[in-house]
T-cell receptor
Framework: QQQVKQSPQSLIVQKGGISIINCAYE??????FPWYQQFPGKGPALLIA?????SEKKEGRFTISFNKSAKQFSLHIMDSQPGDSATYFC????????????FGSGTQLTVLP | DGGITQSPKYLFRKEGQNVTLSCEQN?????MYWYRQDPGQGLRLIYY???????QKGDIAEGYSVSREKKESFPLTVTSAQKNPTAFYLC????????????FGDGTRLSIL
């Protein structure tokens, strides 16, 4: 079964700190790894995504680190802000015209003021 | 504004009743998806469609049905055969090229009366 395992389930960080969320996958055919941010009562919104041909991608305060040999990838949120408090999902998909995403179980991030 | 509209936002189902959740997109996307979200389990794929008049089962299709008569519409029916329908249902759409992100609506919360 294709799985993406996400940890931790919940995370509390002080304002200005670094938030780190980790994901591991099993299917070596996965070739697209997005991260989504979801606020209560809203749908997930794409935050940042990476392909396995690069080891790191940065967009503003958000960075994905990717380790192909370990089949792991992580999201780093630098200078975490209370407005970053949300649920974060990692996901993965493999080739095909309809990108069937396999989601992790989510991490609820709380950034304390 | 381009986007995905899901309606209603809240829906209640009586025992033995079928209910239909609406999903409309004006992004001109070919692919559309339905996910179910339960606490602590991430998003699970119910059905997806790559083109009008064609759709495929996802991981948890039992007790659900869909249609795709128009490019912009992908309604989901939760049938009486779905014994545990209480969940947050999310519709998404995407272009069908490689690396095209999925865009989500704001969901419908279904509860049992």
């Amino acid at each position: 079964q294709q799985q993406v395992k996400q940890s931790p389930q919940s995370l509390i960080v002080q304002k200005g700190g670094i938030s780190i969320i980790n994901c591991a996958y099993e299917n070596t055919a996965f070739d697209y790894f997005p991260w989504y941010q979801q606020f209560p009562g809203k749908g997930p919104a794409l935050l940042i995504a990476i392909r396995p041909d690069v080891s790191e991608k940065k967009e503003g305060r958000f960075t994905i680190s990717f380790n192909k040999s370990a089949k792991q990838f992580s999201l780093h949120i630098m200078d975490s802000q209370p407005g970053d408090s949300a649920t974060y999902f990692c996901a993965a998909s493999s080739g095909g015209s309809a990108r069937q995403l396999t989601f992790g179980s989510g991490t609820q991030l709380t950034v304390l003021p | 504004d381009g986007g995905i509209t899901q309606s209603p936002k809240y829906l209640f189902r009586k025992e033995g009743q079928n209910v239909t959740l609406s999903c409309e997109q004006n992004l001109n996307h070919d692919a559309m998806y339905w996910y179910r979200q339960d606490p602590g389990q991430g998003l699970r794929l119910i059905y997806y469609s790559q083109i009008v008049n064609d759709f495929q089962k996802g991981d948890i299709a039992e007790g659900y049905s869909v249609s795709r008569e128009k490019k912009e519409s992908f309604p989901l029916t939760v049938t009486s055969a779905q014994k545990n329908p209480t969940a947050f249902y999310l519709c998404a759409s995407s272009s069908t090229g490689q690396g095209q992100p999925q865009h989500f609506g704001d969901g419908t919360r279904l509860s049992i009366l």
